[in-house]
T-cell receptor
Framework: DTAVSQTPKYLVTQMGNDKSIKCEQN?????MYWYKQDSKKFLKIMFS???????INETVPNRFSPKSPDKAHLNLHINSLELGDSAVYFC?????????????FGPGTRLLVL | AQSVTQLDSQVPVFEEAPVELRCNYS??????LFWYVQYPNQGLQLLLK??????LVESINGFEAEFNKSQTSFHLRKPSVHISDTAEYFC???????????FGTGTRLTVIP
């Protein structure tokens, strides 16, 4: 039933580790996004994919690598995790990439780097 | 580039009282405007959006927002709040070509019984 799902919901790991967060949408949308919400609740877009192709990469360190195996999935892989990576990561999707389209958000993945 | 300012980080209000959450934006191009709501431990949900046409837009749960181009504002209002309206509210803009949302820092609305 869930439109946009993310796994895991919580992720606690050590500095220097590599981890992945998975995102799936069953809405048939063409466009998917990753956002980072910091401890002050500020939300910032990280990536946008349209039909498996990268559209936006907003000055994110190259330790972060999104992977879109198909239109319904956009996974986020993070190498060499740092303390500052601790945040809530939200996946979202929209029908098309054009401005004004409603984005549907997943429940978030809370990442804590120790 | 676009930016969004939400001046009030926290707004406490008594149940059944009116509320206004302020949002101002700056942009060198025409934008679309959004309000998203985040309930505790959940993802964001669209509350309402302005694309074009009437400058007053409404949501299904009684919120409304008015686009004011001269003041570059998109304030959110509700005439009578309910306990269930307690949440974090985010104002956002996107330009007309791409759907990358730029968010404000959020306003925490707490409805007091």
């Amino acid at each position: 039933d869930t439109a946009v799902s993310q796994t895991p919901k919580y992720l606690v790991t050590q500095m220097g580790n590599d981890k992945s967060i998975k995102c799936e949408q069953n809405l048939g949308h063409d466009t998917m996004y990753w956002y980072k919400q910091d401890s002050k609740k500020f939300l910032k877009i990280m990536f946008s994919y349209n039909n498996k192709e990268l559209i936006i990469n907003e000055t994110v360190p190259n330790r972060f690598s999104p992977k879109s195996p198909d239109k319904a999935h956009l996974n986020l892989h993070i190498n060499s995790l740092e303390l500052g990576d601790s945040a809530v990561y939200f996946c979202a999707s929209s029908q098309v990439v054009l401005g004004g389209e409603t984005q549907y958000f997943g429940p978030g993945t809370r990442l804590l780097v120790l | 580039a676009q930016s969004v300012t939400q001046l009030d980080s926290q707004v406490p209000v008594f149940e059944e009282a009116p509320v206004e959450l302020r949002c101002n934006y700056s942009s060198s191009v025409s934008v679309y405007l959004f309000w998203y709501v985040q309930y505790p431990n959940q993802g964001l949900q669209l509350l309402l959006k302005y694309l074009s046409g009437s400058t007053l837009v409404e949501s299904i749960n009684g919120f409304e927002a008015e686009f004011n181009k001269s003041q570059t504002s998109f304030h959110l209002r509700k005439p009578s709040v309910h306990i269930s309206d307690t949440a974090e509210y985010f104002c956002a803009v996107s330009d007309r070509r791409a759907n990358n949302l730029f968010f404000g820092t959020g306003t925490r609305l707490t409805v007091i019984p």
